[in-house]
Nanobody
Framework: VQLQASGGGLVQTGGSLRLGCEISGRSLRRSNMGWFRQPPGKEREFVGG????????AGADSMKGRFTISRDHGKNTVYLQMNYLRPDDTAVYYC??????????????????WGQGTQVTVSS
């Protein structure tokens, strides 16, 4: 199983970015997917997830209403749409895959496979 993340970059405050995570070696229909981020000098935190059945799980309150997760089965890709970005959203963003049939995990240890991370920088 391999995860290839894309879509990071530099954006101004209030802007938007869409991150993508293409999965090879396993179908999205059999995978719980999570997005995490790690700001500089801080621990990795859960951004949001989507279960194999398509049920979304939101991250912290600071992200609710701004971040949305979606899937494209044809491309076997999961997306993280981020709107109204703020400087404190600056981080390396990771996608992750949990191959087990269970509720979406919100901790990093619940995931077996990880993408390489993509940098998101929000300027003030």
């Amino acid at each position: 199983v391999q995860l290839q993340a894309s879509g990071g970059g530099l954006v101004q405050t209030g802007g938007s970015l869409r991150l993508g995570c293409e999965i090879s070696g396993r179908s999205l229909r059999r995978s719980n997917m999570g997005w995490f981020r790690q700001p500089p000098g801080k621990e990795r935190e859960f951004v949001g997830g989507i279960s194999s059945s398509g049920l979304p799980t939101a991250g912290a309150d600071s992200m609710k209403g701004r971040f949305t997760i979606s899937r494209d089965h044809g491309k076997n890709t999961v997306y993280l749409q981020m709107n109204y970005l703020r400087p404190d959203d600056t981080a390396v963003y990771y996608c992750a895959l949990d191959p087990r049939f269970r509720p979406t995990e919100v901790v990093a240890s619940g995931y077996d496979y990880w993408g390489q991370g993509t940098q998101v920088t929000v300027s003030s």
